[in-house]
């Protein structure tokens, strides 16, 4: 199993969106962080439905947006 992790590890790169989220039965809380953990945005709350899912979908792509704005201006 260590050897999965570490191969997914090794997968993460500059363009790589990573997004964490906390599942319970009704509502559900997100956040996006980039390649080295930089937090991008605030947690994102969402209900358990069609809705809520679209909702995170929307704000992935923000966040995938501003990640790569981000690194645009440091190269």
């Given at each position: 199993m260590?050897?999965?992790?570490?191969?997914?590890?090794q997968r993460?790169?500059e363009?790589t969106l990573?997004?964490?989220?906390?599942?319970?039965?009704h509502?559900?809380?997100?956040?996006?962080?980039?390649w080295?953990?930089?937090?991008?945005?605030k947690?994102?709350?969402?209900?358990?439905t069609r809705?809520?899912?679209?909702g995170?979908e929307?704000t992935s792509?923000?966040a995938?947006?501003l990640m790569?704005?981000?690194?645009r201006?440091?190269?």
């Open positions: 260590a050897r999965n992790v570490d191969a997914r590890i993460i790169t363009g990573i997004v964490g989220i906390d599942i319970a039965k509502t559900h809380v997100a956040r996006s962080v980039d080295r953990g930089i937090e991008l945005g947690p994102l709350t969402f209900e358990n809705n809520g899912l679209e995170l929307r792509r923000r995938r947006s790569t704005t981000r690194q201006r440091t190269t």
